[in-house]
């Protein structure tokens, strides 16, 4: 017979040839938590073997099953499974009532962790002078702003393997390598660079609807934290405890004294070293930490690592009537009145199909370089300060929805200029840009042409001799 000590009860008892941990702890009066009548159903039954384990039979059948789907470590088994071969040294974790309540897996529609250790690479990022916009700006412009934000860099931080663990105020804290991913320092450079990237590209949007100067700053250090799930029953959420969150919010936040925007810790420059190009360095002591530590200020990924990341393939082109042209896309994929936004280094350009005839321009007005059209088109409720979007004109002419101008798509003349202002010349809702009436811009056009079955637009200027 096997012999069994659990703990914290310190009792001792027998288990024998064939039977359950489970079984043979309640025929020794042992108060163990078992939900769904030991059918490996639940977790409730999960122990934690502190000596032993090797020599315990692997997991098959149900409890392979339920470990996997939530993610239970080679420590943890379920009692109801278990049939001990040898002595074990054990830790009952459902003790109580309340304990019962959260290990449950029944009727919980997303599954718990226990705690897992984990080497994870912790992203921080909050936006820089927050106080100061804050005060300057209604609750609800507040709100606007930083869900704007907060809605692009969502999408980039998941599409680049990265957890959202928390906002918090204008704070974001994300996870890279929860699942044990080997890239996953590289992965939070990259989303972190894009972030950055993305924040330069709504800068004149913020500027030109609130007059506030908008950047964030980013932090990232990896090490070793605890996967966990914290909160109360039933809204609970995965998120990692460790000392590796403390000092990355404090990288985060030295941005600022380095004048920096993006700042990574040692343990991270040592993964991406040969894939990043590293504009500068400083030595700093982290508030709570006795050692100076070197923070490496990284600018962008190399050719090679943005090539192999992104797995952007670079577009074809060719030179032709003085110009450089570039092939978008074949010219069925967009139908009659359809439009699409490509995103460029410098700027998003719409392409737009009326008819046999396509026309491609910048998705800004050319008066305040607000965005003509959203890349992801939403209902922008009654009270919102985004207007719908811009409307097209049967003669291919386009009013813009913010001031309502009209422009030729075609040349970028303007048709008629701003209707929509104020009779002295400011803008409702943004009467803190005085005066706005006179800034007078042609729309930018770039040419577009159709070749082959696809559709070719040309970015520069043409070559003069």
């Not at 001792?12 to 108060?31: C, H, I, K, M, N």
């Not at 997991?59 to 278990?82: F, N, S, W």
């Not at 934000?149 to 663990?165: L, R, T």
């Not at 004294?257 to 400083?282: K, N, P, Q, W």
Request: hydrophobic share 40%; net charge negative; with cysteine.
């Amino acid at each position: 017979m096997a012999k069994i000590l659990s703990l914290p009860d310190d009792v001792s008892f027998e288990v024998a040839a064939g039977e359950t941990l489970l079984e043979a702890a309640l025929r020794a009066d042992l108060p163990m938590a078992h939900a769904c009548g030991g059918r490996a159903k639940c977790s409730t039954c999960r122990v934690w073997v502190l000596d032993g384990l090797e020599s315990c039979p692997a997991r098959t059948g149900d409890e392979a099953v339920l470990a996997e789907k939530l993610r239970l470590t080679e420590e943890v088994r379920l009692a109801c499974q278990l049939r001990p071969v040898a002595d074990i040294r054990l830790r009952r974790l459902v003790l109580d009532d309340l304990d019962l309540a959260m290990s449950s897996q029944l009727d919980r529609s997303v599954a718990t962790q226990s705690g897992q250790a984990r080497d994870i690479v912790v992203f921080f990022s909050d936006v820089a002078g927050f106080t100061s916009i804050s005060e300057a700006l209604s609750p609800y412009d507040v709100m606007y702003l930083l869900n704007r934000y907060f809605a692009q860099a969502g999408q980039i931080i998941e599409a680049n393997g990265g957890y959202i663990d928390k906002f918090v105020g204008d704070g974001l804290m994300a996870i890279f390598g929860i699942d044990d991913q080997p890239d996953a320092s590289i992965r939070a450079v990259n989303a972190a660079l894009q972030t950055l990237d993305a924040v330069d590209r709504m800068k004149p949007f913020f500027s030109s609807m609130y007059d506030v100067d908008f950047d964030i700053r980013i932090g990232l250090h990896r090490g070793e934290a605890v996967i966990c799930s914290l909160g109360s029953i039933g809204h609970e959420r995965l998120t990692a405890i460790g000392d590796v969150v403390n000092v990355a919010s404090r990288i985060e936040n030295a941005n600022k004294e380095a004048g920096a925007r993006f700042l990574i810790s040692e343990a991270v420059h040592l993964e991406v070293e040969a894939s990043v190009e590293t504009a500068d360095y400083v030595r700093v002591r982290l508030p709570g930490t006795s050692e100076r530590m070197t923070l490496y200020e990284i600018s962008r990924l190399t050719p090679e690592a943005d090539a192999a990341l992104n797995d952007v393939e670079p577009r074809e082109s060719m030179r032709f009537a003085g110009r450089e042209w570039v092939r978008v896309f074949g010219d069925d994929e967009l139908g009659d009145g359809e439009r699409r936004i490509l995103e460029f280094d410098d700027c998003y350009v719409v392409v737009l199909r009326r008819a046999d005839t396509f026309v491609a321009f910048n998705n800004a007005c050319p008066h305040l370089r607000l965005p003509l059209f959203e890349r992801q088109e939403t209902s922008a409720g009654d009270d919102s300060p985004v207007p719908a979007a811009s409307s097209l004109t049967d003669d291919l002419g386009i009013i813009c929805r913010w001031h309502q101008s009209c422009f030729d798509l075609q040349t970028g003349e303007i048709r008629s200029w701003c209707e929509a202002l104020n009779a002295d010349g400011t803008s409702a809702g943004m009467e803190h840009l005085g005066d706005i009436s006179k800034n007078r811009t042609l729309l930018q056009v770039f040419p577009c042409r159709v070749q082959d079955g696809f559709v070719w637009i040309s970015l520069d200027k043409p070559a003069t001799s």
